[in-house]
Nanobody
Framework: QVQLVESGGGLVQAGGSLRLSCAASLRTFSRANMGWFRQAPGKEREFVAG???????YYADSVKGRFTISRDNGKSTVFLQMNSLQPEDTAVYYC???????????????????WGKGTLVTVSS
C-alpha cells in the first residue's frame, strides 16, 4: 500500500515562506518522479513543480524563482520550499508520484500514479 503524506501547510502572510514535505512509503522512491500540484477553490488542479528520479527539475511559470522542489531519497521525502508567497498561491497542495515510464518527464495530473490527501496553504494579504 503506497502512502504519500503531506505536511507543512498553514496560514502565512503575503511575502512569507512555507516548506512542505511529503513522506512516501514507496519502496522504489528513488526511481519515482515526484510532483507537487495544487487546487485552489473553484479551480482545477494544476502542476506546480516536479523532480525526476534523475534530479531534473520542472516548474510552472507561476512559481519559477519563488518555489524550489527537492528530494531526499534516503528519507523517501520530497520537499517544496515556497518563498514570496502571494494570496493567489492559496490552495490545497498535493504530492504525487509516478512510478511507471519515468524516463521522460510527465507531470500532468493523469500521468501520476499515487496521490497524497493534500495540505492546505492559505496566504493572507
Amino acid at each position: 500500500q503506497v502512502q504519500l503524506v503531506e505536511s507543512g501547510g498553514g496560514l502565512v502572510q503575503a511575502g512569507g515562506s512555507l516548506r512542505l514535505s511529503c513522506a512516501a512509503s514507496l519502496r522504489t522512491f528513488s526511481r519515482a518522479n515526484m510532483g507537487w500540484f495544487r487546487q485552489a477553490p473553484g479551480k482545477e488542479r494544476e502542476f506546480v513543480a516536479g523532480v525526476m528520479w534523475s534530479g531534473s527539475l520542472y516548474y510552472a511559470d507561476s512559481v519559477k524563482g519563488r518555489f524550489t522542489i527537492s528530494r531526499d531519497n534516503g528519507k523517501s521525502t520530497v520537499f517544496l520550499q515556497m518563498n514570496s508567497l502571494q494570496p493567489e498561491d492559496t490552495a490545497v497542495y498535493y504530492c504525487a508520484a509516478r512510478v511507471a515510464s519515468t524516463v521522460l518527464p510527465a507531470f500532468q495530473s493523469h500521468d501520476m500514479d499515487y496521490w497524497g490527501k493534500g495540505t492546505l496553504v492559505t496566504v493572507s494579504s
